[in-house]
């Protein structure tokens, strides 16, 4: 069973950076999709950013695209989500995933390994 786990996060004022790391346990992650999504109170957990095992596929939302990286490194299984130009509607939930089936995917029903999520704050 993948176990996932993010660290990273915290608190940053607008137009600062984070970097988010993601953790995988219990099994190599190598060639899963792993991919990043939010959720910010209220509001429904939305699609980040999706990083293919072959790390030459990656998939952004629109709304953080030119300011978000994602990468991995499969030696460490890990992944990472660089941060910068951060604004205040990025506070959210952050949550890594993990997807066996499918080779980059920004549906949320088609990972099947969660973290429990790291908090990331921008404040204005």
């Known amino acids: 069973q993948v176990q996932l786990v993010e660290s990273g996060g915290g608190l940053v004022q607008a137009g600062g950076s984070l970097r988010l790391s993601c953790a995988a346990s219990?099994?190599?992650?190598?060639?899963?999709?792993m991919g990043w999504f939010r959720q910010a109170p209220g509001k429904e957990r939305e699609f980040v950013a999706a990083?293919?095992?072959?790390?030459?596929?990656?998939y952004y939302a629109d709304s953080v695209k030119g300011r978000f990286t994602i990468s991995r490194d499969n030696a460490k299984n890990a992944a990472y989500l660089q941060m910068i130009s951060l604004k205040p509607e990025d506070s959210a939930v952050y949550y890594c995933a993990a997807a066996a089936t499918v080779l980059v995917s920004g549906t949320a029903s088609l990972y099947d390994y969660w973290g429990q999520g790291t908090q990331v704050t921008v404040s204005s």
């Open positions: 219990g099994g190599t992650v190598s060639t899963y999709a």
């Open positions: 990083i293919g095992w072959s790390v030459s596929t990656t």
